[in-house]
């Protein structure tokens, strides 16, 4: 990752040196928007290139029993993962879902494909704050939701700023006026595009002080990832890390120095009198449409499916332009 300038901020500057560094060791990170087919095609012209031997995602690592069926031919998108965490009375839910063009799934079946072995990296977090004498049935509506959460970027005050100087009315419309308009030669060349994705997120990251992203399990998260990509360094491996954008920043200042195991808590261990599981169900194109209430969905996700499956057929992405 390349700074143009010595104008961006010192914390981005030394991340950017950091990830240099690791990609002479032969990692490299990807920064996506979950749902976006502009980042799947770069994402799918980016591991052509590099050919990587390990693709690390950003999911729970809880779900990798669940990998052969993923990556089975007749599992066709949308499809998701529905995950519950039982403790005493209390179920806690959650969804982690995949369509044809999300970059993760894109990594999941070029990683079969290729050979490649596939880590999912994250921690499962599912439990609350503790507190007994919540109601259960309230702590399952607040809990069923989505494990892609893109809030933290979309409110960010740097997103808010741009999105006012740009006459954009929205995360999304923002979104796709940066990133999703640009012409298909323009994702083909798939480090300029992830330079620029990291850049937009790291510094929709500096509006969020360390204490408040240890409240929402971002930091106990990130260690996780840092440990599984410590892990894959070790291997001497060419390694692929994706991640939802916000995360890249946090990774690359964790690999500027050795990292510490993950304590034991409430987020990484399951206390004893609770239990987990995962299974593969399937999903539709209304639960991830961001019109309805997925926060970290695209607006309108049949468009964006014809849209990707154009741009796999090699059609012009103009009628993709004129339509945004």
Not at 123 to 149: K, R
Not at 228 to 243: C, F, N, P, R, Y
Request: proline residues 6%; glycine residues 4%; negative net charge.
């Amino acid at each position: 990752m390349a700074i143009a300038s010595t104008a961006w901020p010192e914390r981005i500057q030394a991340a950017a040196a950091t990830a240099q560094r690791l990609a002479a060791q032969n990692v490299y990170f990807v920064p996506v928007r979950h749902h976006s087919p502009a980042c799947s095609m770069a994402l799918q012209q980016w591991l052509h290139a590099l050919q990587p031997k390990r693709v690390l995602i950003e999911a729970p690592h809880a779900f990798m029993p669940l990998l052969p069926l993923l990556q089975h031919e007749d599992t066709v998108p949308p499809v998701a993962v529905l995950a519950q965490r039982k403790q005493g009375e209390q179920v806690r839910s959650a969804f982690y879902p995949f369509c044809d063009y999300s970059p993760e799934w894109l990594a999941l079946r070029w990683a079969q494909q290729a050979g490649a072995e596939v880590v999912f990296c994250d921690l499962l977090s599912l439990d609350g704050d503790g507190d007994e004498n919540e109601d259960p049935e309230t702590v399952l509506q607040a809990a069923a939701g989505s494990l892609l959460d893109e809030s933290h970027v979309a409110h960010s005050e740097y997103v808010q700023a741009l999105a006012e100087k740009l006459h954009c009315r929205n995360y999304d419309e923002l979104w796709s006026h940066v990133f999703e308009c640009r012409p298909v030669d323009a994702l083909l060349q798939p480090e300029t595009f992830f330079n620029e994705v990291w850049m937009w997120c790291a510094m929709a990251r500096l509006s969020y002080s360390e204490a408040a992203l240890q409240l929402d399990d971002t930091v106990a998260r990130e260690a996780c990832m840092l440990q599984h990509l410590q892990a894959a360094i070790a291997s001497g491996d060419t390694t692929v890390v994706i991640t939802g954008g916000f995360h890249t920043l946090g990774l690359l200042e964790g690999m500027a120095e050795p990292v510490a195991p993950v304590k034991a808590s409430k987020t990484s261990k399951p206390s004893k009198d609770s239990s987990s599981d995962a299974w593969l169900i399937r999903y539709s194109f209304d639960r991830l449409d961001a019109l309805n209430g997925y926060a970290s969905g695209m607006p309108s996700p049949q468009y964006y499916q014809d849209q990707w499956q154009a741009m796999q057929q090699g059609q012009s992405g103009s009628d993709f332009l004129a339509l945004q």
